[in-house]
């Protein structure tokens, strides 16, 4: 009974879906949206969340907050981490980003 039922649904709107050119098309191209919006946010979710950082020894980076936000993003933000890179021992690298 249950089968019946459904092999009568999907004939109809096998059906419908005949008649109807221009609402197939617009049904395909939103399910064909839908699938790869949800792919994309998956995937970038995946890898920036769940995988982590693509650096080799990620779990030794540290972050260092001595500058206000402002001073980043001047010229002379560069100057700020360098002497983090030069007089600390346990540091092999500085970056600013």
């Known amino acids: 009974m ?3 039922n459904l092999l009568r649904d999907v004939k109809i709107g096998l059906r419908v879906l005949v008649k109807e050119r221009t609402f197939c098309a617009l049904a395909v191209v939103v399910l064909a949206l839908g699938t790869s919006g949800v792919t994309t946010m ?4 995946n890898g920036v969340m769940l995988r982590g950082f693509a650096f080799p ?5 540290i972050s260092l907050n001595g500058a206000p936000a402002i001073e980043a993003f001047e010229a002379h933000a560069a100057e700020t ?3 983090f890179d030069s ?3 346990a540091v092999c690298r500085a970056g600013l980003y």
């Open 2 to 4: 249950i089968a019946e």
């Open 57 to 61: 020894n990620a779990s030794r980076l």
């Open 81 to 83: 981490a360098q002497p």
């Open 87 to 89: 007089s600390a021992s």
């Open 42 to 45: 998956f995937s970038v979710v």
